[in-house]
């Protein structure tokens, strides 16, 4: 199976790696996110592969979309290409995939990268690592399914309290709260993380499908009613003079003055 520029696939056995190609920070695009599901269905119907690892070059996991990538006509900031309606589709069959993914989480996996993150079945992190969800920081409402998908795994209250604050977890921390599953030294992560893919892939190829799809059974169809939802809320919000504030902000690297309008 071939990769390409901005996506590396690559087969260890029973273990298949997905490799994100955009050092240092990794930014995701409506292509990318695109790439990553069609790869995931590819792997699907490989009955060699039994579990995935999910990984990235460079020093972040993702840091999220690229508000400054020009855009195409229709498009928007947020996806980089095409519209966030478009994109959401693309991350709804992420979530559709039946292989177990391990997601090795090196750095910083930030906005919708933490949504790509949290796709996965598990997360290896490091102390280094830091997970934010920080779209209010920037003036905008919570993506990627996260409203549904990160309160499943961390609780409703400590994801309302990543939401309202857009602080920086770190490893340590999300490793307390179930964020991350396993914590090693930065340079262990992508070992760590085959290792348990690996341990999974050593099982009943037909009973590991059978299982993940009872324990996963209607996450797909949750996420997409609830991307649905926060694409509403984020069409609205980037209307405002507050995201505009918040996007230039970030740019800056300062506070925004946010003024409710």
């Not at 996506?7 to 409506?30: M, S």
């Not at 309160?151 to 999300?174: C, D, Q, W």
């Not at 348990?196 to 993940?212: K, Q, V």
């Not at 694409?231 to 609205?236: D, P, S, V």
């Amino acid at each position: 199976m071939s990769g390409s520029p901005d996506l590396g696939v690559e087969k260890h056995g029973h273990v298949t790696l997905i490799e994100i190609r955009r050092p240092p920070l990794n930014f995701f695009d409506l292509s990318l996110i695109q790439q990553i599901a069609d790869t995931l269905d590819q792997l699907d119907e490989d009955k060699d592969c039994r579990a995935v690892v999910l990984a990235s070059q460079g020093k972040a996991f993702c840091a999220g979309a690229n508000f400054n990538r020009p855009v195409a006509d229709g498009g928007d900031a947020a996806s980089g290409t095409g519209t966030t309606g478009d994109l959401y589709l693309e991350a709804v069959r992420i979530f559709r995939n039946k292989k177990p993914i391990v997601a090795a989480v090196q750095g910083a996996a930030i906005g919708g990268g933490l949504g790509l993150a949290v796709s996965a079945d598990f997360r290896v992190a490091c102390p280094e690592a830091r997970f934010a969800a920080n779209f209010t920081r920037l003036g905008f409402h919570p993506g990627f399914g996260l409203t549904i998908t990160l309160p499943e795994i961390i609780g409703k209250t400590n994801a309302a309290l990543m939401f309202y604050t857009s602080r920086r977890v770190t490893g340590e921390e999300a490793f307390k709260m179930g964020l991350a599953n396993i914590l090693v030294p930065q340079d262990q992560v992508r070992a760590e993380a085959f290792k348990l893919a690996n341990e999974i892939a050593e099982n009943s190829p037909l009973g590991l499908l059978s299982t993940r799809a009872t324990m996963r059974a209607g996450l797909a169809d949750r996420v997409k009613a609830q991307t649905d939802h926060e694409l509403a809320e984020q069409t609205w919000l980037r209307q405002t003079e507050d995201f505009k504030e918040g996007v230039k902000a970030t740019e800056e690297r300062r506070l925004p003055k946010f003024q409710g309008r």
